[in-house]
Structure formats: C-alpha cells, structure tokens
C-alpha cells in the first residue's frame, strides 16, 4: 500500500490543518471509511474523528463503527464541523444525494476525494475501457 503521506487525501487533509480550515480537534465525519482512512486521519493528527461505512476488516469495526446509508444520513443537520469522503462517491446509485447528505450535516467543510477524477480515469471512460462511477454494480445490485 502507499503511505499515507504520499496521498492526495493526506496532502488535502494536511493542507486545510495548516491554514487553520480544519483543526485537530473539530469534530470530523468520514464516511465510505476504512483502515486506510483510520490511518490517515492519525497520521494528520485529527483527534476528533467518528469513522461511518466502516470497511468489515477495519479496527473500528470491531468498536462499533456505523454502517449508514451515505444517501439519507441518520444525522441532524449541521451535526459535525466537517465531513469527508474519500474513495465512495462512485460507489453510490446517486453520488449526488450522497453528497447533499455530507453538505447538509457539515457545519464548516466538505472535502472528497474521488479515485475516479484523474486524468488517466477520464481517458479510460472516454475509451470505454472503465465506467465513470461503478455503474455495472448498481445495476447487478437492482439498482439499491
């Protein structure tokens, strides 16, 4: 696996810490979770981090990490200072409605990172090679 520091996420997360966007201590939601992003949230230094969607074999699974639906949050609104996500849009039947959901329950930020936004995915969709967002396993899923 790359390090951490070597990501786009890290550096973005870095980033809003250093010009006082994001401080450690704020309450942050991330969902599409997993170990990865564990990791990279204590590499940043965030202290304040409730993980959600969490990958089946992440530690915070095993301490009782939510599984929601990123479409319809069972959060009140403006209930985190900032909310991210990294690597799930595309997984979603409606990444729109997914990201409305992280708008609505952040009071100050939204931050996303998608795999799927790079120059090499764009030239493999254009190319027929790769789907934009994972379409074929929402439909093999009925569309859920």
Not at 65 to 76: F, L, N, Q, R, S
Not at 107 to 119: C, G, H, I, Y
Request: proline share 4%; glycine share 8%.
């Amino acid at each position: 696996m790359t390090e951490p520091g070597a990501t786009t996420f890290a550096r973005l997360l870095r980033q809003h810490i250093d010009r006082g966007v994001i401080r450690p201590d704020e309450s942050v939601l991330v969902q599409f979770a997993g170990t990865f992003d564990e990791m990279v949230c204590r590499e940043v230094g965030l202290t304040n981090v409730t993980f959600v969607n969490i990958a089946p074999d992440s530690p915070s699974s095993e301490i009782g990490g939510a599984v929601t639906d990123a479409h319809h949050m069972p959060y009140e609104s403006g209930s985190y200072d900032h909310v991210m996500g990294h690597s799930g849009l595309h997984h979603c039947s409606r990444p729109h409605e997914a990201l409305h959901e992280m708008y609505r329950i952040a009071r100050k930020t939204v931050l996303f990172v998608e795999n799927q936004d790079s120059a090499l995915m764009r030239a493999a969709s254009k190319a027929g090679v790769v789907g934009w967002y994972e379409l074929a396993a929402v439909v093999a899923d009925g569309y859920e």
